[in-house]
């Protein structure tokens, strides 16, 4: 089993960052493909970010390429996505998900293990 827990979301202006973080535990945390994903209420999870086991590969939806920016550091079994340049339309609860399948993988079945979200508001 691994455990995942988001942190680090909030309000923000428009054109503002936040720093999400998720830590993990359980499970070697280092041999996980880590995603991102977020979702609005009564709509489908979406892909955001994946990040390769050891933080070689990155790959991101086009919504937040050159914004947003996915790392890992498998000393403190913990994930990142910086965000920047954040907008209204990426208001949503922001999930942190764990893949065992070696390989960058973007679609929310291939994860098996998930966090509680976090719910990040850009506000206009």
């Known amino acids: 089993q691994v455990q995942l827990v988001e942190s680090g979301g909030g309000l923000v202006q428009a054109g503002g960052s936040l720093r999400l973080s998720c830590a993990a535990s359980?499970?070697?945390?280092?041999?996980?493909?880590m995603g991102w994903f977020r979702q609005t209420p009564g709509k489908e999870r979406e892909f955001v970010a994946v990040?390769?086991?050891?933080?070689?590969?990155?790959y991101y939806a086009d919504s937040v390429k050159g914004r947003f920016t996915c790392s890992r550091d498998n000393a403190k079994n913990t994930v990142y996505l910086q965000m920047n340049s954040l907008k209204p339309e990426d208001t949503d609860v922001y999930y942190c998900a764990a893949d065992a399948t070696p390989g960058i993988r973007l679609g929310v079945e291939s994860y098996d293990y998930w966090g509680q979200g976090t719910q990040v508001t850009v506000s206009s």
């Open positions: 359980g499970r070697t945390f280092s041999s996980f493909s």
């Open positions: 990040i390769s086991w050891s933080g070689g590969k990155t």
